[in-house]
């Protein structure tokens, strides 16, 4: 009964959402790690008997049966050293990271529990977000990439980000006076 921290444990739906949120973790310089994703319904019973059936001297770690760690669906953290395990401030901000990405922050429910995450399976991509998985990015044409630098497209930044309709227009009109001069 050894405690599973494999993404690859999770449901399809549910590594794309954790490895979204780590990369955005990441991105963001919120240095978190995972400690749990699948829970067998065994192990479950074992944690919930800790402080009601056996281990009576420790404190109570779950108040259900039923966790969405059993479905696959749920992952829990702890803060990377040399911060502490359980750093309120960064579990926080690993909390709004979630909530960005539509993922569901237990430091949000009346009985807090900020290591845990989880989604449902009809959790997708929240498209208003400025996070685009790795596996979505372009890994071609750098090439045009310096050209468009060279012709001040584009200064290189948030090369991977979803474009306004504002910066299209900007393009579009850049790209217009360029044609024009020559
Ligand atoms: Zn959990």
Known sequence: ??????????TKTAQIACKLFLEECKKQNVYIFITETYRSQE??????????????????VTWTKKSVH????????????????YDTKILEQAGSIAKQLNI???G???VVDSVHFQVNKDWKIPMQSKCIPTQNQC?????????AMKLNLTTGERLE????????IILITRAYNILKKS
């Not at 890994?139 to 050209?147: C, R």
């Not at 980000?161 to 299209?168: P, Q, S």
Request: glycine letters at 6%.
């Open 108 to 110: 949000d429910w009346q």
């Open 43 to 60: 192990r479950q019973n074992y944690l919930y008997g800790i402080g009601r059936t056996h281990s009576l001297n420790k404190k109570k």
């Open 139 to 147: 890994t071609w044409g750098q090439e045009e990439i310096n050209q």
């Open 70 to 85: 059993t479905n696959k669906m749920a992952w829990d953290i702890a803060v990377s050293p040399p911060n502490k395990l």
């Open 161 to 168: 980000d979803y474009i306004t309709r504002k910066e299209a």
């Open 1 to 10: 009964m050894t405690t599973d921290r494999k993404i690859e444990s999770l």
């Open 104 to 106: 569901t922050w237990g």
